[in-house]
């Protein structure tokens, strides 16, 4: 099915190891977005990318990196968990930066950090 | 940088009975998305709004946009249990909304049958 993919879905990391998330979309879309959700606090922007090979910072890109060297796929990073980093993270991906057609979500990855 | 409002924070209706979400961005927006996030799931598109003053409807559920593009609502019409989840409304961080959409906290949905 077409859609946006996320893998891992679940993950338990210790304080100071190190991950990456992977998101992988077969919808051609140029801009892709992380997000993460936390209990009171909505979805808050990571980092994103208006196209391949471009990435830039949201609100919260403190502790994270990304990388976007395939259209398709964009991946984001963490370098040190920390526990402050346990949430459910968010890819999206759009076909015109939200306009008109909406962000396709995938179904997150649930990270905890311990 | 803007925000966006969202309230109520929670809404317990009984089956059957209407609910309504309202959505304020500090500043005025060139466009206001909806999109429903089920129990455990992951947020699902709706619909946009472009126009001053645009109301559009799906089935039970009417979107309005305000006429000064700072304010929106979304109604539900004799709910159902299917209706269940949480609600966000959502603006462009910038005029283009290329660099993302800023998201409102969200109104969940609760329904007692």
């Known amino acids: 099915n077409a859609g946006v993919t996320q893998t891992p879905k679940f993950r338990v990391l210790k304080t100071g190891q190190s991950m990456t998330l992977l998101c992988a979309q077969d919808?051609?879309?140029?801009?892709m977005y992380w997000y993460r959700q936390d209990p009171g606090m909505g979805l808050r922007l990571i980092h994103y990318?208006?196209?391949?090979?471009?990435?830039a910072k949201g609100e919260v890109p403190d502790g994270y990196n990304v990388s976007r060297l395939k259209k398709q796929n964009f991946l984001l990073g963490l370098e040190s968990a920390a526990p402050s980093q346990t949430s459910v993270y968010f890819c999206?991906?759009?076909?015109?930066?939200?306009?008109?057609?909406?962000?396709?979500f995938g179904s997150g990855t649930r990270l905890t950090v311990v | 940088g803007q925000q966006v409002m969202q309230i109520p924070q929670y809404q317990h209706v009984q089956e059957g009975e209407d609910f309504t979400t309202y959505c304020n961005s500090s500043t005025t927006l060139s466009n206001i998305q909806w999109y429903k996030q089920r129990p455990g799931g992951h947020p699902v598109f709706l619909i946009q709004l472009v126009k001053s003053g645009e109301v559009k409807k799906q089935k039970r559920l009417t979107f309005q946009f305000g006429e000064a593009k700072k304010n929106s609502s979304l109604h539900i019409t004799a709910t159902q249990t299917t209706d269940v989840g949480t609600y966000f409304c959502?603006?462009?961080?910038?005029?283009?909304?290329?660099?993302?959409?800023?998201f409102g906290k969200g109104t969940h949905l609760i329904i007692q049958p």
């Open positions: 999206a991906s759009s076909y015109s930066g939200g306009l008109a057609y909406g962000y396709t």
């Open positions: 990318s208006v196209g391949e090979g471009t990435t």
């Open positions: 959502a603006g462009p961080r910038s005029g283009g909304g290329a660099d993302g959409l800023t």
């Open positions: 919808m051609n879309h140029e801009y």
